[in-house]
């Protein structure tokens, strides 16, 4: 089966700035990709050139086994960070309109587009124009826009943006769902958690180049288990503690990377005599470490 994208040595630059500086990836057909960076770092970039809204200056883009070709786009949904809609059209003369460019007929591009409204709890709205949408009303209706011909890859550029935890679930569980019907989906996010509870595998960027991609679970296990969380009450010594490499403190709990070689067992001893511990737990790093660390090493 080939790659649903690949990715061979794409470069683009903007007079002296580099976007994108030969990165080379490949996303197997069926899985849920993870493209992360912090801002700047190329990922919008890298998306606009798989489905040819930009050019690589150098390298190739293939889509499904073959060099890209426009014709490849109407097995594509794409879905932009910034707002594409046009504000002053209503909702489903939108989807409708958006739908007749993918191909659709007009009543299958209306009933396909009422079928996604309702799925995703937004029909009570769809003769209301865009502008009196929330943003995470508009996001949702973007998201159907990406849908509606049945796309055999989803490129998805910060999906969550403007949604609260409850519209996100949301639409993660529509995301799930197309997975188990086969559907290739690639997105890109700063939600950590999302791509750590999604994704098979991840593409790590930083100023235009991948700095870690593979396998999410086996770059999880290269770390080993050198991670600590703990929750506790009073005042443990963990900011300059020699058997600690790193502290994430979150209020409520820490998370430490333990130095090579150190001793957990040793940390535990040394902390209850300091604080009460409620969860003392040795586990691997989580991504948003992974991430943190990685883009430092190449700062």
Not at 151 to 157: A, H, N, R
Not at 223 to 242: C, L, R, S
Request: charged share 30%; proline share 4%.
């Amino acid at each position: 089966m080939p790659d649903a994208v690949e990715l061979r040595g794409i470069h683009k630059s903007y007079d002296h700035f580099v976007a994108v500086d030969h990165l080379s990836l490949k996303i197997g057909e069926g899985s849920v990709y993870g493209l992360l960076g912090p801002n700047g770092a190329g990922k919008t970039s890298t998306l606009r050139m798989m489905i040819g809204i930009t050019i690589p200056d150098e390298g190739e883009v293939w889509l499904f086994g073959e060099k890209f070709r426009r014709g490849q786009l109407e097995r594509i949904g794409y879905l932009p960070e910034e707002r594409g809609l046009y504000k002053r059209m209503k909702v489903l003369d939108h989807l409708i309109f958006l739908g007749r460019l993918h191909g659709l007929v007009l009543a299958e591009a209306r009933k396909r587009s009422l079928n996604w409204c309702e799925r995703l709890e937004i029909s009570g709205w769809v003769e209301k124009k865009v502008e009196e949408l929330s943003k995470g009303m508009q996001q949702k209706i973007q998201f159907v826009a990406a849908l509606l011909h049945d796309p055999d890859l989803l490129i998805l550029d910060e999906p969550f943006s403007g949604l609260d935890p409850a519209n996100t679930v949301m639409l993660k569980d529509v995301m799930v769902e197309l997975r188990k019907a086969g559907k290739t989906i690639l997105f890109s996010t700063h939600r950590m958690d999302q791509v750590e509870r999604m994704c098979d595998s991840i593409s790590l960027i930083d100023h235009g180049r991948s700095v870690l991609e593979g396998d999410l679970k086996q770059i999880k296990a290269g770390y080993g288990k050198n991670t600590v969380q703990i929750e506790y009450e009073g005042d443990a010594p963990f900011d300059h503690n020699e058997m600690v490499q790193s502290v994430n403190d979150y209020g409520n709990y820490v998370e430490l990377r333990l130095k090579p070689g150190a001793d957990p067992q040793q940390l535990l001893r040394l902390a209850c005599q300091r604080a009460r511990i409620s969860r003392f737990e040795l586990m691997e790093p989580s991504l948003e470490e992974i991430f943190i660390d990685m883009v430092a090493q190449n700062a």
